[in-house]
Nanobody, 125 residues
Framework: QVQLVESGGGLVQSGGSLRLSCAAS????????IGWFRQAPGKEREGVSC????????MYKDSVKGRFTISRDNAKNTAYLQMNSLTPEDTAVYYC??????????????????WGQGTQVTVSS
């Protein structure tokens, strides 16, 4: 069964950090691009970051550049999103997603076809 499971969310104060993990099962991630998305209450799901299968290409939403870092460990079949200097505006459910790709990566929802169930990130002021 192809599955992605996010973990690492929680409640953190403004200025704090969290590291999200995205563990794949039922398939190996090394042929897949990985994206991180988030959805705040009442808002559309938006792309936050992505990483190509080789990890040579990464992309970030402007508002998280310099604060978030995406990475992957193909040996562990897991991707990560390190989030620093968090603000209340980062509060959302965070999702990881994958798509088999030979090219780079993108942060549009339509680019991905396998999704995790999400993990809640809440940043208090």
């Amino acid at each position: 069964q192809v599955q992605l499971v996010e973990s690492g969310g929680g409640l953190v104060q403004s200025g704090g950090s969290l590291r999200l993990s995205c563990a794949a099962s039922g398939f190996t991630l090394d042929s897949y691009s990985i994206g991180w998305f988030r959805q705040a209450p009442g808002k559309e799901r938006e792309g936050v970051s992505c990483i190509s299968k080789s990890a040579r290409v990464t992309m970030y939403k402007d508002s998280v550049k310099g604060r978030f870092t995406i990475s992957r460990d193909n040996a562990k079949n897991t991707a990560y999103l390190q989030m620093n200097s968090l603000t209340p505006e980062d509060t959302a459910v965070y999702y990881c997603a994958t798509v088999q790709s030979s090219l780079g990566c993108g942060i549009s929802r339509g680019d991905y076809d396998v999704w995790g169930q999400g993990t809640q990130v809440t940043v208090s002021s």
